[in-house]
């Protein structure tokens, strides 16, 4: 990888993206425009900050969050491939696959006539990844940063055959009381309840509340899914492409409790609405095919 340097001076853009040092010296792409602003990780791909002008952010990052070159980073977009969750049939593989914790390539940068930004990062497998996952690929992450933030995974399969895996867009959207958001859009979905010993269940609300530890995939999901958040009088809506499945995660306190790159009680300000293809919704994607699943992330007034 290029020094930090040699990054600004090949992909900044005046007035509009520059490369420098993030925490734990983590090279990092800023982006900030009279739209908008955002911070990217070259490590995992990951986006940690977006917030449009003149609002307040719209993910969360965890203030214990690791940022050593090899933890993940806990908050905002990180990037699940090939696999999510706990891999059934190798269970000591890293969760969620090793997207988010692969440093990944600048491809390129640019500020486009609309006033938005295009960043677009690079990655690919390896004998690290062959071990893991014995299959060829490539990836490439494309954000758009503006008045909304739009992220695109696309996966290619240059193997010699199918290959199937799962991917997702684990995002983190900062709340001010996570007790007393709504969530819209799921109404009817089946889900799997993994908070519940992984039980089959139909999701008969059309709000839903958060009361304690949830962890649901919900299948058939291609609405707009939208978080009404009375207490930063806002809503924040997810809306996305290409996704069959949707997560909505929050620790708890309990389980919050225990992970080291959470604050006590960060897990009240934060919940995950996750675009994703996951189980029943995994990607069979041909050879030399290329699959691209997309999020677009908004803002809008109560």
């Excluded at 900030?32 to 990217?40: F, M, Q, R, V, W």
């Excluded at 090939?82 to 890293?94: K, N, Q, T, V, Y």
């Excluded at 979905?189 to 304690?212: F, M, N, P, S």
């Excluded at 806002?234 to 997560?247: C, F, L, P, Y």
Aim: hydrophobic share 40%; aromatic share 8%.
């Amino acid at each position: 990888m290029l020094k930090i340097e040699q990054l600004q001076q090949k992909f900044g853009v005046e007035g509009a993206v520059r490369i420098e040092a993030g925490r734990g010296s983590l090279p990092k792409i800023v982006v900030a425009t009279d739209l908008g602003s955002a911070e990217i990780y070259l490590f995992g791909a990951q986006v940690a900050q977006f917030q449009p002008r003149g609002a307040a952010p719209v993910l969360f990052l965890s203030r214990s969050s690791f940022f050593d070159g090899r933890k993940p980073i806990r908050g905002g977009i990180p990037l699940v491939f090939p696999w999510f969750g706990p891999r059934a049939d190798l269970p000591e593989s890293p969760p969620h696959g090793f997207a988010r914790t692969r440093d990944w390539e600048i491809e390129s940068c640019d500020a486009r006539a609309d006033g938005s930004v295009r960043i677009v990062l690079a990655s690919g497998g390896d004998d690290a990844t062959m071990r893991l996952w014995p299959h060829s690929f490539s990836l490439r992450f494309i954000v758009i940063v503006s008045r909304t933030l739009d992220a695109t995974l696309e996966v290619r399969n240059i193997s010699k055959g199918d290959v199937r895996f799962e991917d997702a867009l684990h995002t983190y959207l900062a709340v001010g009381d996570v007790r007393s958001i709504s969530v819209e859009g799921l109404d009817g979905a089946d889900y799997v309840d993994r908070a519940d010993g992984e039980k089959r269940k139909k999701e008969q609300a059309k709000v839903i509340g958060l009361t304690g530890e949830t962890d649901r995939l919900y299948y058939s999901t291609a609405m707009k899914v939208m978080v009404r958040d009375p207490a930063l009088k806002r809503s924040i809506i997810v809306e996305k492409e290409h996704s069959g499945a949707t997560v909505v995660w929050n620790p708890w306190s309990e389980k919050s409790a225990q992970m080291k790159d959470m604050g006590p009680d960060e897990w009240q300000s934060m919940v995950c609405v996750e675009t994703a293809n996951a189980r029943d919704c995994a990607v069979q994607l041909p050879a030399n095919a290329t699959h691209r699943m997309s999020a677009r992330i908004g803002v809008a007034a109560l």
